[in-house]
């Protein structure tokens, strides 16, 4: 099964990639320039970004150490990523097709990894925390971005259940609850974590992922019908003529360390 989900997630990427690149979601956001705040980054570092994707860590992160590796299961995706970074004049990144869940490199590798907005495709996130842990320095840090499911069960249905109806490779947000379990068991020690609301813009959500026309519009009546507590919880704005505008998430930053 996890080798199924994988071949979903490489051709929904593939098809999909150059979105990736262009999406203001991905290229700017909060949590990017907290993460390269966070980050620590010294000339001295090699820095290991976990499925890259459009490459927007690895290129903000350049700049400011020695070495970047970007890493990521699809290679249409580092494609343009290298497209992107190289355009910008970096020349100290690294492009490396691998999967997050067995990594190919050795122990103690990397000063810092990161791994921003990717992990809710993973089908088997302990392998994915407890491989970062391995290839992490004593004293090195993870910087985890991605988005979360409410605690509550029946928010978490919902937008587990929109983002799969969205997008077929999505396999699950965890909860922070969940995270701070995943991470904690691994041997990490977690340092910090932050909260962020995410807003959807309904069209340009479904748009990224290669949505019908078809499929956007029955998504939308789904969400639509739902409950006045799931509607009002997540934020859903329509407009005057009902159609579905946007709604909220809920994203976290979780900065962890290695212990020496």
């Excluded at 907290?34 to 620590?40: G, K």
């Amino acid at each position: 099964m996890s080798d199924v989900i994988k071949d979903g997630v490489q051709k929904q990427f593939a098809k999909n990639a150059q979105k990736y690149v262009t999406s203001a979601r991905h290229a700017k956001g909060e949590d990017l320039a907290l993460l390269v705040a966070s980050s620590q980054a010294s000339p001295d570092m090699a820095v290991l970004d976990i499925a890259t994707g459009g490459g927007h860590v690895a290129n903000a992160l350049a700049p400011l150490v020695k070495q970047v590796t970007a890493l990521d299961l699809t290679e249409a995706m580092l494609q343009v990523a290298e497209r992107f970074i190289r355009g910008n004049g970096h020349q100290n990144v690294d492009f490396v097709a691998g999967d997050a869940e067995h990594l190919p490199f050795t122990d103690g590798s990397f000063d810092l990894v990161t791994c921003r907005i990717a992990a809710h495709h993973f089908p088997d996130v302990p392998s994915f925390i407890s491989e970062a842990l391995r290839v992490t320095k004593e004293g090195g840090r993870l910087l985890l971005i991605d988005n979360v499911a409410p605690e509550r069960d029946e928010n978490d249905r919902f937008y587990n259940e929109i983002e799969k109806r969205r997008d077929a490779s999505h396999v699950r947000a965890l909860r922070k609850t969940e995270w701070v379990r995943i991470i904690e068991l691994a041997g990490f020690r977690i340092e910090a974590m932050i909260s962020f609301e995410k807003p959807f813009l309904f069209e340009e959500w479904c748009e990224r992922a290669g949505m019908s026309e078809e499929e956007k519009r029955a998504l939308e009546a789904s969400m639509l019908s739902e409950s006045d507590e799931i509607k009002t919880y997540f934020k859903l704005e329509t407009s005057e003529h009902g159609r579905l505008l946007r709604f909220e998430g809920e994203s976290i930053l979780i900065q962890a360390a290695k212990s020496r």
